[in-house]
Nanobody, 125 residues
Framework: QVQLVESGGGLVQAGDSLSLSCAASGRTFSNYNMGWFRQAPGKERELVAAISWSGVITYAADSVKGRFTISRDSAKNMVYLQMDSLKPEDTAVYYC??????????????????WGQGTQVTVSS
């Protein structure tokens, strides 16, 4: 069983930065691929960034590439999402997710099987 708890959401202005954190339970966190998803009102949940269990491989969706950076600290069971140059279209609930299939593709949404409760990010124009 994996429990994920997100923090760091809030209300910011366009162009600002925000950092999200996700605390994970479980002694085998270092074996999990991790991802950040988001879901805006009326839209499907989308994968925005992911990082492999080793931290070597990362993925970022085209919509956030160059602005969002995912990282992890496996010693602390933490994963982070640094969001820079935020835009109003980044407004969504952001979810941390874990994939316990160590060798599954990190950019495939269906490979994630544990989810946090989400944290709201609102970007005003």
């Amino acid at each position: 069983q994996v429990q994920l708890v997100e923090s760091g959401g809030g209300l910011v202005q366009a162009g600002d930065s925000l950092s999200l954190s996700c605390a994970a339970s479980g002694r085998t966190f270092s074996n999990y691929n991790m991802g950040w998803f988001r879901q805006a009102p009326g839209k499907e949940r989308e994968l925005v960034a992911a990082i492999s269990w080793s931290g070597v491989i990362t993925y970022a969706a085209d919509s956030v590439k160059g602005r969002f950076t995912i990282s992890r600290d496996s010693a602390k069971n933490m994963v982070y999402l640094q969001m820079d140059s935020l835009k109003p279209e980044d407004t969504a609930v952001y979810y941390c997710a874990a994939s316990t299939s160590r060798f599954a593709a990190i950019q495939v949404s269906q490979n994630y099987n544990y989810w946090g409760q989400g944290t709201q990010v609102t970007v005003s124009s």
